[in-house]
């Protein structure tokens, strides 16, 4: 009789045991529905299901902060959490800001610090971490954090530097955060020229050699148009020597014996730094063209086909004062009819004082050369060639080609016996 009782003990204690996982079972299952309904009634319903389960008490402590503005009944859902599950970092994340909505600013920070601690590295709370830290006005430990954030996920760097500065206006505290990443040097570069701080700027430039990397000289140009802008030309032409001593594509723009660049437009406009500027304008139409060409395998077409005296082609050069020069080129017609021909003019970039132009193109012609000679002025450091037409307001029709474009010096001896 009792080896009969003790056989039927084990199967009932398995269905007991069975049942009480399926009841377990049932009210987890109810419970993460319920939770997902995202409701106050349901999400207390769930937390009432399953007491120890610390995503729900989160949840819980999220919605009665965010959607019921309730930080004071969200704030004991949020502590439960945390006690619950101490190794979750925006748990603890979530209590801050709890502790932050009443008031509780010591206690806010240990939170802050117990999620850094479980997730030092992670982007996300460290950005949670650094706006708080922010947010209390402990900046050097924002800064920190932003650190973290920055290195983690380039798309936090724009929106740190912007925070940063505007908290501290510190250049040397942000370069000190900044990643080693040369494009992180150059959104800083942006922001600190946004700012009209041209000092710093280049001082984080230089740091950004510094670094050994390689720079896209596609992202870097801006920063020698800044200081075009600036009438920093000498600025200007380093760091454009800098990007093209290491930048073979860069390079190519370059000509040994021609103070232009890409005067044969072999290579594509870059429209900045010192290479080819267009800028579109009624009345023309320019584009590289590899079906025809004095040298080389392409050439600069200029379709007209209205009025207007500037093309909208223009490059800077930087010259020396007081010195002459020559500027030739290389150009083609055909049936390009009007009262007057486009000209390659020279100017200086800052008085706007027109310094010379060869003669005009009109009709169909083949390939031939045209020039002027010039001297530039006495304060005259950077010259602007243009494609251009005066009187601007007469009517042209038809189509220019240019090619082989030069800029050089003189010496004594072309000077001597250049025709008067």
């Given amino acids: 009789m009792m080896a009969f009782a003790r056989r039927t003990t084990v199967p009932v204690a398995c269905l007991v045991l069975a049942a009480i996982y399926a009841w377990l079972a049932a009210r987890s299952f109810q419970a993460a529905r319920l939770a997902s309904s995202l409701d106050i009634s349901s999400l207390q319903r769930a937390v009432a299901l399953a007491p120890g389960n610390a995503a729900y008490q989160d949840l819980l402590c999220r919605f009665l902060l965010f959607d019921k503005q309730a930080p004071a009944a969200a704030l004991p859902r949020c502590q439960r959490a945390t006690e619950l599950n101490p190794y979750h970092s925006t748990y603890w994340l979530d209590l801050a800001l709890a502790y932050y909505n009443t008031g509780a600013a010591q206690a806010q920070q240990q939170a802050i610090r117990q999620a850094v601690a479980i997730d030092p590295m992670t982007p996300d709370v460290a950005w949670t971490a650094a706006n708080f830290f922010l947010a209390l006005g402990k900046l050097p430990d924002a800064m920190a954090q932003f650190a973290v954030a920055m290195r983690g996920d380039v798309n936090n760097v724009w929106p740190a530097l912007d925070l940063c500065w505007r908290a501290s206006h510190d250049a040397n505290a942000i ?89 044969g437009f072999e290579q594509p406009l870059l429209n900045s730094g010192f ?117 601007a307001a007469t009517h042209i029709k038809g189509k220019l080609w240019i090619d082989d474009l030069t800029l050089r010096p003189q010496t004594a001896a072309s000077v001597s016996h250049s025709p008067n």
């Fill in 275 to 391: 290479d080819w500027r267009y800028s579109p304008q009624s009345g023309s139409a320019i584009a590289r063209d590899p079906d025809e060409h004095h040298s080389g395998a392409q050439s600069l077409s200029i379709a007209y086909d209205g009025a207007g005296g500037d093309s909208g082609l223009l490059q800077y050069v930087p010259v020396q004062p007081d010195t002459q020069y020559t500027i030739s080129g290389w150009t083609k017609s055909e049936q390009l009819e009007g009262a007057n021909g486009p000209v390659l003019s020279v100017w200086d970039a800052y008085d706007g004082r027109r310094i010379a132009q060869t003669r005009e193109t009109l009709g169909t012609t083949s390939w031939h050369r045209v020039e002027a000679a010039f001297r530039t002025g006495p304060q005259t450091t950077l010259l602007l060639l243009r494609m251009t037409r005066d009187p």
């Fill in 175 to 263: 370069q000190a955060i900044l990643p080693p990443d040369p494009s992180a040097y150059m959104n800083f570069i942006r922001l600190l020229i946004a700012n009209r701080q041209g000092d710093a700027a280049q001082q984080v430039w230089i740091a950004m050699w510094r670094l050994n990397r390689d720079v896209d000289y596609r992202q870097a140009l801006f920063y020698v148009d800044a200081l075009l802008e600036r009438h920093d030309l000498a600025r200007a032409e380093q760091a454009w020597e800098q990007l093209a001593e290491a930048s073979p594509g860069l390079n190519a723009y370059r000509s040994r014996d021609n103070l232009l660049v890409n005067g």
